[in-house]
């Protein structure tokens, strides 16, 4: 197939439904960073 | 996520909504821990007969935390609740009975107070079984100081202290991050909430190593 009727590759989201792992890493991120600004200790002590 | 056998731990204990503080509470440690939480819960395929896919995956779980408090009467049909102990004994079975990989298995086996086992379970007599008084800190405070003991030489794992911190600051987040992602909290499926304490954990080692 020439590369002009070749379909355009098309970069696939996640399924309709499903979580996007970038988006659960995001809304994790995006929690810690509101727990820091109440006052929380930026992680945890590892002892 | 594949792991390697000596890295996973089988979970043997009730599913309903009243033990869910101590479940979740043992899942976290046990991703804090390093290791991935294994149990009945994760395939749910009508077309697999349920102890096979019991056997598979304690069979692919080097570790087990079986809990085998909550061995009594069933409310609406007044008999006792035996999955947890056949459980424990097959996990013993494989242990005792299969090759060399299966012989490195080990236990956690947990009642409400310690002694309580010896007057229905008495076969077990012997073993370490250990309280949590249904309380989610002794749990992990226990499931970490246990699996501690099974890390090869040099490899220390964090402070139950630390984890039991950790749990409490997971707990505070976890509503949050449902509510950000369209979750309800309260009906987290298996596969759920293993992914979101793996990655609320991933980010904190992430802060944590920045910070240092």
Not at chain 2, 49 to 75: A, N, P, Q
Not at chain 2, 167 to 186: T, V
Request: aromatic share 8%.
């Amino acid at each position: 197939m020439s590369a002009e009727k070749r379909p355009p590759k098309i970069q696939r989201p996640p399924e309709k439904g499903n979580l996007d792992p970038v988006a659960v890493r995001k809304a994790v991120r995006a929690v810690f960073a509101m727990r820091q600004a109440e006052g929380r200790p930026k992680h945890t002590r590892r002892r | 996520m594949h792991r390697p056998y000596t890295k996973q731990a089988f979970i043997n204990c009730p599913f309903d909504e009243e033990y869910q503080p101590l479940f979740q509470a043992l899942v976290f440690a046990i991703y804090a821990c390093g290791m991935v939480a294994r149990s009945a819960l994760e395939a749910d395929n009508g077309a697999e007969v349920r102890i096979e896919k019991i056997v598979r995956i304690m069979g692919e779980c080097c570790h087990s935390v079986h809990d085998i408090s909550r061995v009594e009467l069933d409310h609406d049909s007044g008999l006792p609740r035996m999955n947890m102990p056949f459980e424990l004994g097959l996990f013993l079975g494989a242990q005792r009975f299969g090759d060399a990989r299966q012989k490195k298995k080990t236990c956690i086996i947990f009642d409400r107070e310690r002694y309580r086992f010896q007057k229905f379970l008495s076969d077990i007599a012997g073993q370490d079984i250990r309280a949590h008084h249904g309380e989610p800190a002794d749990l992990i405070r226990a499931v970490r100081n246990a699996l501690a003991t099974t890390q090869p030489p040099g490899v220390l794992l964090h402070s139950a202290t630390s984890i039991v911190e950790r749990y409490g600051w997971f707990q505070q987040d976890l509503p949050e991050i449902c509510r950000m992602l369209g979750m309800d909290p309260h009906d987290l499926g298996h596969r759920d909430l293993t992914f979101l304490i793996a990655e609320w954990l991933e980010v904190d080692a992430q802060r944590a190593a920045k910070a240092a």
